[in-house]
């Protein structure tokens, strides 16, 4: 079974709450859609700071979510000085504190994570690939620097489009790129 690969860099979800804090209005200004339904980056980015170091232009996606959450690899958290948990998006515990920096405000939150590898899927494609009752998988990766990676969560959504999301430093550790294939291998 193949899937399309995406390659995540860093970035970070808001609340509108906390949007309006550090933009002074509610209105998200698309750049571009994203592969998933209704999911876009905007125009806008801001600065997240600890006190060590900061990573200017950190985009900001879209729609607004119920939690604000920035994804990190493990090379930004490095960088920043920080150990941010492995997480499924929205699962903020343990999570690194951040300063977050706008054109209007800024605001500290408990919000740094590395994201779980793992694959979107609706529950049609869910079923048609017998993975039902299946949490993880593995994926292979061929090329030169191919590679097995397990522990691949499946998150599963009525919208969602079929698609792997890596970050930043296991796409480069894979030669990989977004628009790429690899292969699904249930464990």
Known sequence: MKVLVGISNRH????EEDYVLLFGTNCLEKKKDLYQVGEFATT??????????EIAG?????????????????????FLGIDPPIRDSGDLKGASLLE???????I??????????????NQEELEKMGLDATKEVMVRFDGIKGATLEHVHLKVGKSYKLELHLDRDEGNAL????GDMCEIIVP
């Open 12 to 15: 970070v979800h808001l609340t």
């Open 175 to 178: 030669l990989a790129k977004t």
């Open 44 to 53: 806008q980015t801001i600065i997240i700071r600890t006190d060590k170091k």
């Open 58 to 78: 950190v985009r900001v996606l879209g729609p607004f979510r119920d939690y604000t959450q920035v994804e990190l690899s493990k090379t930004d958290a490095y």
């Open 100 to 106: 977050l920096v706008g054109p209007k405000g800024s």
């Open 108 to 121: 500290s939150r408990a919000c740094a994570i590395l994201p779980t590898r793992h694959i979107h899927i």
